[in-house]
Nanobody
Framework: EVQLVESGGGLVQAGGSLRLSCAASGFTWEHYIIGWFRQAPGKEREGVSCFSSSDKSTHYADSVKGRFTISRDNAKNTVYLQMNSLKPEDTAVYYC??????????????????????WGQGTQVTVSS
């Protein structure tokens, strides 16, 4: 059974930082893609960042470039999203998702949630002004 468990969300002031974690287990693909998505109330789900284990490439939405960093710890089977210089518009529920890397489409994977087969439960990030 594939499981994705996010943690690390919370309330932070604008300009602050948070690190989200996504502990992943149970999938057997040789290579995989991990994506971070977010959804704010009344808005569509937005791809934030993605990573492919096959070519080690990473991609970021323009809105978070230079502020967010995706990374992984293979020993802990955990993927992180380091979020710095947070803004009120970053407020959303953040989800991690995993899929088979054979469907990876580079930066387009940020816009293609259907490339991901499993999703976590989400973690709330609230940035106050």
């Amino acid at each position: 059974e594939v499981q994705l468990v996010e943690s690390g969300g919370g309330l932070v002031q604008a300009g602050g930082s948070l690190r989200l974690s996504c502990a992943a287990s149970g999938f057997t693909w040789e290579h995989y893609i991990i994506g971070w998505f977010r959804q704010a109330p009344g808005k569509e789900r937005e791809g934030v960042s993605c990573f492919s284990s096959s070519d080690k490439s990473t991609h970021y939405a323009d809105s978070v470039k230079g502020r967010f960093t995706i990374s992984r710890d293979n020993a802990k089977n955990t993927v992180y999203l380091q979020m710095n210089s947070l803004k009120p518009e970053d407020t959303a529920v953040y989800y991690c998702a995993v899929g088979d890397a054979k469907y990876y489409s580079g930066s387009y994977s940020l816009d293609r949630p259907y490339e991901y087969d499993y999703w976590g439960q989400g973690t709330q990030v609230t940035v106050s002004s």
